[in-house]
């Protein structure tokens, strides 16, 4: 189960759906040639959604995750791996609510960066919210505040664009890495920087939406003291 795939939501994370071939199957997993199915990390949860084979059998996929080597993925798709065997053509189709709603969060968590000065030292996503740890002393951190400031670059509409640099370039700039928890992958030559001009610029191989307009409405529900210097700022949609 080492198989490569070809990332196709690391160059366009709205495509919906796409035509794949079964390259391994075992145990309620499954790999394929190519997916748009992002697989758990960088605290955004993995997808969901069908392959469909040609004969229109429906295989639900109920989650992805990373496999032992760099860029393949694991389709987790239960007892339904029986109806897959290498070479089948598929067609993956994600559960696109779900993930478009995470491309929000997500993209709203790198305005959160640009929002709070100060290390991020974890962070999660999850369906219809999310929390970031900064490492940030006192209590100086206003909910109110937040929320007014990340409200406003939603609405001036930044363009988010993701762009590669080499290690040697990210080696030069360690003041790009804001996560002192998660180091960006480096030794493939290349790391992928996301960048929302003006506004935050940080390495990511997570999926966002291409403007900020698309985020909608957020507010902070809740700002906890995790620690002498943590603080967990918790962010939700302000409208479903
Ligand atoms: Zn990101």
């Not at 919906?16 to 199957?25: H, I, L, N």
């Not at 937040?146 to 406003?152: E, K, V």
Request: charged letters at 25%; glycine letters at 10%.
């Amino acid at each position: 189960m080492t198989a490569a795939t070809d990332l196709l939501f690391r160059d366009d994370a709205y495509l919906k759906t796409s035509s794949a071939a079964v390259v391994a199957v075992d145990a309620g997993q499954v790999q394929l040639d190519r997916t748009i199915f992002y697989p758990l990390g960088g605290g955004q949860p993995g997808d969901r959604g069908t392959l469909r084979t040609e004969q229109g059998r429906i295989i639900r996929v109920t989650d992805t995750r990373k496999g032992e080597t760099p860029d393949s993925v694991i389709h987790l798709v239960g007892e339904d791996a029986t109806a897959l065997a290498v070479g089948t053509a598929v067609t993956a189709m994600l559960d696109w609510d779900y993930r478009y709603r995470l491309m929000r969060m997500h993209t709203c968590m790198h305005l959160l960066c640009a929002v709070v000065s100060g290390a991020v030292t974890g962070g999660q996503i999850s369906d219809g919210k999310a929390r970031l740890d900064f490492d940030v002393p006192g209590n100086s951190l206003d909910k109110d505040e937040i929320t007014a400031r990340l409200n406003a670059l939603i609405q001036e509409g930044h363009m988010v664009e993701a762009r590669w640099i080499t290690d040697q370039e990210l080696a030069d700039k360690p003041e790009l890495i804001r996560t002192m928890s998660v180091k960006p992958p480096t030794g493939a030559g290349r790391v992928r920087l996301l960048d929302i001009a003006g506004v935050d610029l940080q390495p990511c191989g997570g999926t966002h939406v291409r403007n900020t307009a698309e985020i909608g409405p957020v507010a902070v529900t809740k700002i906890e003291n995790k620690g002498r210097q943590n603080r967990r700022i918790n962010i939700a949609f302000a409208s479903q």
